[in-house]
């Protein structure tokens, strides 16, 4: 009975796992959370199978789940950070497992500027520049209105160049 | 143009970061086994919709949990509070407020009922009147077809104050609130009434009567003139008084007046801290049937409250009421909050039966 999901499952893990964990890693800039979050986005799209109503592609779907799951993970995490950058007085860096996960240099200072903006522009930013989804498909896995995708898109940009420019990896003449 | 070539490079740069996002194929297969083997499992398991994800933090977090048990201190409180309210024995037994203290700590019955249909938007005047009967009067402002709609609705949540209360001793009055505008003096009363109290104050001035106001009330044909002085020099000019307002009324024409002369003085009295504890127990005791208190007084010197009933003196279970009553205002009075107010004086408590006998 269960034998057609789980072969779904298996195909899209194949073809969308990279991704998926891309899109979380950038959000939670945690590699074994980014991992434990992507587990738990397959497990509950396999849970949830029936309920795929397929008018979206599987893709966007499975990046709804994961989606949902990171913000729940974020707002949970959210009093025990704050009490970490109180008590230590600095962020939490987790610096990238090289064993598991590498990003090559050039796209290193993007990583790291993305991971300083707010989590709205952060998202938007990942769905629709980073992982090219439509303007359509980034409302439907945010759960935003179209417009809502537009404009904060519009304010996210200039804030990660600002944040480039902060950070001396990009030069003001260049924008 | 150039902006625009720009544009495009940090779009293609931003695109980048997708590719040179690089994962080990093994750590990919690693997790894909892990994935399918939980799969495997749910599949077994027939409530599978229930499991749980493996997300570390599912675990309640500290502060949630502090959260949760302050709601739950506060909900408790709540029904502690809520359930004294209900039974005055409760409250005894729970917290040792007496029945009179919880009274002291709270509004007074017309009060909250006033508030209570105030919140829930009814616009009504209230009151409340023990004698001759105890009657809480409720007058709905409005119209008579808006009167005839909320009535009941204003009834039954008056009833259910009174009965969260324990309060039986009321009957319940919800009217319609009528107006009752002042009358307004026509141009020729008014006319009547400046003339006479101007010319009636230069007559009493002329012939050096000490006064402080004089009315005209042109509609009862009626003169008030108040007298400052001593007992004596009142009644020595009383009658001279009368006399002169009425000549002066003669001399206009203006028949059947009727002269009012009075010596009142009123003395600004400091309330006594202790008549403080006074409306506690008046509202206790008068709420209940079980007491069968008509009326409750004071006397400053030395303070005493006394407790009119209802009950004869002949009546045997007299003497039981009495002490009943005594015993209440003594738990009362002696409670922490109320001593404190009352700083240790001594406060004698008289219940005197219908027949106006001590019985307790």
Same mark, same amino acid.
């Given at each position: 009975?269960?034998?057609?999901?789980?072969?779904?499952?298996?195909?899209?893990?194949?073809?969308?796992?990279?991704?998926?964990?891309?899109?979380?890693?950038?959000?939670?800039?945690?590699?074994?959370?980014?991992?434990?979050?992507?587990?738990?986005?397959?497990?509950?799209?396999?849970?949830?199978?029936?309920?795929?109503?397929?008018?979206?592609?599987?893709? $966007?779907?499975?990046?709804?789940?994961?989606?949902?799951? $990171?913000?729940?993970?974020?707002?949970?995490?959210?009093?025990?950070?704050?009490?970490?950058?109180?008590?230590?007085?600095?962020?939490?860096?987790?610096?990238?497992?090289?064993?598991?996960?590498?990003?090559?240099?050039?796209?290193?200072?993007?990583?790291?500027?993305?991971?300083?903006?707010?989590?709205?522009?952060?998202?938007?930013?990942?769905?629709?520049?980073?992982?090219?989804?439509?303007?359509?498909? $980034?409302?439907?896995?945010?759960?935003?209105?179209?417009?809502?995708?537009?404009?904060?898109?519009?304010?996210?940009?200039?804030?990660?160049?600002?944040?480039?420019?902060?950070?001396?990896?990009?030069?003001?003449?260049?924008? | 143009?150039?902006?625009?070539?720009?544009?495009?490079?940090?779009?293609?740069?931003?695109?980048?970061?997708?590719?040179?996002?690089?994962?080990?194929?093994?750590?990919?297969?690693?997790?894909?086994?892990?994935?399918?083997?939980?799969?495997?499992?749910?599949?077994?398991?027939?409530?599978?919709?229930?499991?749980?994800?493996?997300?570390?933090?599912?675990?309640?977090?500290?502060?949630?949990?502090?959260?949760?048990?302050?709601?739950?201190?506060?909900?408790?409180?709540?029904?502690?509070?809520?359930?004294?309210?209900?039974?005055?024995?409760?409250?005894?037994?729970?917290?040792?407020?007496?029945?009179?203290?919880?009274?002291?700590?709270?509004?007074?019955?017309?009060?909250?009922?006033?508030?209570?249909?105030?919140?829930?938007?009814?616009?009504?005047?209230?009151?409340?009147?023990?004698?001759?009967?105890?009657?809480?009067?409720?007058?709905?402002?409005?119209?008579?077809?808006?009167?005839?709609?909320?009535?009941?609705?204003?009834?039954?949540?008056?009833?259910?104050?009174?009965?969260?209360?324990?309060?039986?001793?009321?009957?319940?009055?919800?009217?319609?609130?009528?107006?009752?505008?002042?009358?307004?003096?026509?141009?020729?009363?008014?006319?009547?009434?400046?003339?006479?109290?101007?010319?009636?104050?230069?007559?009493?001035?002329?012939?050096?009567?000490?006064?402080?106001?004089?009315?005209?009330?042109?509609?009862?044909?009626?003169?008030?003139?108040?007298?400052?002085?001593?007992?004596?020099?009142?009644?020595?000019?009383?009658?001279?008084?009368?006399?002169?307002?009425?000549?002066?009324?003669?001399?206009?024409?203006?028949?059947?007046?009727?002269?009012?002369?009075?010596?009142?003085?009123?003395?600004?009295?400091?309330?006594?801290?202790?008549?403080?504890?006074?409306?506690?127990?008046?509202?206790?005791?008068?709420?209940?049937?079980?007491?069968?208190?008509?009326?409750?007084?004071?006397?400053?010197?030395?303070?005493?409250?006394?407790?009119?009933?209802?009950?004869?003196?002949?009546?045997?279970?007299?003497?039981?009421?009495?002490?009943?009553?005594?015993?209440?205002?003594?738990?009362?009075?002696?409670?922490?909050?109320?001593?404190?107010?009352?700083?240790?004086?001594?406060?004698?408590?008289?219940?005197?039966?219908?027949?106006?006998?001590?019985?307790?």
């Amino acid at each position: 009975l269960g034998d057609y999901r789980k072969e779904d499952i298996s195909d899209w893990y194949d073809e969308h796992s990279k991704s998926v964990l891309g899109f979380i890693l950038l959000m939670v800039n945690n590699y074994q959370q980014a991992e434990d979050l992507t587990h738990d986005t397959f497990v509950k799209a396999y849970l949830y199978y029936d309920s795929f109503k397929h008018y979206s592609s599987e893709k $966007t779907w499975l990046f709804s789940i994961a989606h949902n799951l $990171t913000v729940d993970f974020l707002r949970k995490r959210k009093p025990s950070m704050f009490f970490k950058e109180v008590f230590f007085m600095k962020k939490d860096h987790n610096p990238l497992p090289e064993e598991v996960v590498r990003l090559k240099e050039d796209s290193y200072e993007l990583y790291n500027a993305l991971g300083k903006l707010k989590d709205t522009y952060r998202k938007v930013i990942i769905l629709r520049k980073i992982k090219d989804f439509s303007i359509e498909e $980034t409302a439907q896995i945010l759960s935003w209105s179209e417009s809502k995708v537009k404009s904060t898109l519009h304010r996210a940009i200039p804030a990660l160049k600002k944040q480039l420019i902060k950070g001396g990896y990009l030069h003001e003449e260049s924008i | 143009m150039k902006n625009q070539y720009d544009e495009t490079e940090f779009d293609s740069h931003l695109k980048k970061l997708n590719s040179n996002f690089l994962w080990k194929k093994t750590k990919k297969q690693e997790l894909k086994r892990q994935i399918l083997t939980e799969i495997e499992q749910l599949e077994c398991h027939d409530g599978y919709k229930t499991t749980h994800l493996s997300i570390p933090n599912k675990r309640v977090s500290l502060i949630r949990k502090l959260a949760y048990s302050g709601i739950a201190l506060a909900v408790l409180f709540g029904l502690l509070i809520g359930s004294a309210f209900v039974s005055p024995t409760m409250a005894k037994v729970i917290s040792n407020i007496p029945y009179l203290g919880l009274i002291f700590q709270s509004k007074s019955v017309d009060t909250l009922i006033y508030d209570e249909l105030q919140e829930k938007g009814y616009n009504v005047r209230t009151g409340i009147r023990y004698w001759p009967e105890k009657i809480i009067e409720v007058s709905i402002v409005g119209s008579e077809p808006y009167y005839n709609e909320v009535k009941d609705d204003v009834e039954n949540i008056v009833n259910g104050i009174l009965e969260s209360r324990g309060y039986d001793a009321y009957s319940l009055n919800v009217n319609k609130y009528t107006t009752k505008s002042d009358y307004v003096l026509n141009d020729e009363e008014t006319k009547e009434k400046g003339l006479l109290e101007d010319e009636v104050a230069n007559r009493l001035k002329q012939s050096n009567y000490q006064f402080d106001r004089i009315q005209v009330d042109p509609t009862e044909k009626t003169m008030f003139i108040n007298i400052v002085g001593s007992k004596e020099y009142y009644h020595s000019i009383q009658d001279a008084v009368e006399k002169t307002a009425l000549e002066v009324a003669d001399a206009h024409k203006y028949k059947d007046y009727k002269v009012n002369v009075t010596r009142v003085t009123v003395e600004v009295k400091i309330a006594d801290k202790r008549t403080q504890v006074l409306p506690a127990i008046a509202e206790g005791l008068m709420s209940k049937k079980e007491f069968k208190v008509t009326g409750v007084s004071y006397k400053s010197k030395p303070f005493s409250i006394i407790i009119k009933t209802s009950i004869l003196s002949s009546d045997l279970t007299a003497k039981t009421l009495g002490a009943k009553i005594e015993s209440e205002i003594d738990d009362f009075l002696t409670s922490e909050e109320i001593s404190s107010i009352l700083e240790d004086e001594p406060i004698e408590v008289i219940v005197n039966s219908k027949d106006n006998k001590k019985i307790n």
